[in-house]
């Protein structure tokens, strides 16, 4: 793999970092909440250099801005709006797209609305299924507590413990100091309210799951079994709403890019060669 570039484009009136890698097929990564863009460095070794890995960080996650919320709205139409706008600030032509967690929710609504711009879909423990919300964005939720707990109280210690009993499996092996980087990102003012911002505005899936029988785009729908955020029941609810869509299994929690890359980025590839 050639060294990573990095470029800030400017897109839904937010400025966005993007790290891009190897040249080739455009493959487009949108991460899930409390990550940014290094979530898929470990895939995209997985999947080699003959794509160009595109790893933009989402409106108010790692790099990107962080505007207040009455300049974005955080919702899944404001990130969709920025991704499509993403696009033409990248000259990016039609692209393999995978999404994890809020990534995923974003990827469905790409390929619902926009399927000219999506050539497969890559769907990893996508969020939308969660018809019951976790319990950090049912804290979050409640108006003065959530935004306590979420801007003030949640210190080093309780983000890796939420960290790992929400997002991983209970055999994973993501270390400590990568979760510390994320608590880094997070650990800000501006990063804190985005995320909170991010959390109550996506809580309800409802209009994301009335979308998913519009999608006629060739599907993945890679699943960790041990997920506590959007169990396994979810992933297979999800392969039978998107037409032909093909469910895969590992043994991951909520972020399978970070615990199993090398098995995702071997279902990946296969799902990749197939002509469909």
């Not at 210690?157 to 990568?178: K, M, Q, Y």
Request: charged share 25%; net charge neutral; hydrophobic share 40%.
């Amino acid at each position: 793999m050639d060294e990573p570039r990095y470029r800030d484009v400017l897109a839904g009136g937010v400025r966005l970092r993007v790290r891009e890698e190897g040249t080739g097929a455009p493959v487009l990564y949108l991460h899930g909440i409390h990550l940014d863009h290094s979530t898929w460095s470990e895939l995209c070794s997985a999947l080699g250099p003959a794509f160009h890995h595109v790893m933009p960080d989402l409106p108010g996650f790692g790099e990107s801005e962080k505007p207040p919320a009455v300049r974005f709205a955080y919702d899944v139409d404001a990130f969709t709006d920025a991704v499509v706008d993403l696009y033409g600030g990248l000259g990016l032509g039609r692209a393999v797209v995978v999404g994890q967690g809020l990534g995923g929710t974003i990827a469905i609504t790409l390929a619902a609305r926009h399927p000219e711009l999506v050539s497969k879909l890559v769907l990893i423990d996508a969020a939308p299924n969660a018809l019951e919300p976790s319990l950090p964005t049912r804290v979050a939720a409640v108006p003065i507590l959530g935004g306590l707990v979420v801007k003030q109280l949640l210190g080093r210690a309780g983000f890796r413990s939420i960290f790992r009993r929400s997002l991983l499996g209970p055999d994973s092996r993501v270390d400590t100091a990568r979760i510390d980087r994320y608590y880094e990102l997070f650990n800000t003012p501006a990063s804190r309210g985005s995320a909170l911002a991010t959390m109550r505005a996506t809580a309800d899936a409802r209009a994301i799951i009335a979308l998913t029988p519009r999608i006629e785009t060739p599907t993945l729908v890679i699943w960790g079994r041990h997920d506590r955020v959007c169990p396994a029941a979810f992933g297979q609810r999800l392969s039978r709403q998107i037409r032909g869509a093909r469910l895969e299994l590992v043994d991951a929690g909520h972020c399978p890019q970070e615990e199993r890359p090398q098995e995702v980025g071997a279902a990946t590839l296969r799902f990749l060669g197939e002509d469909r």
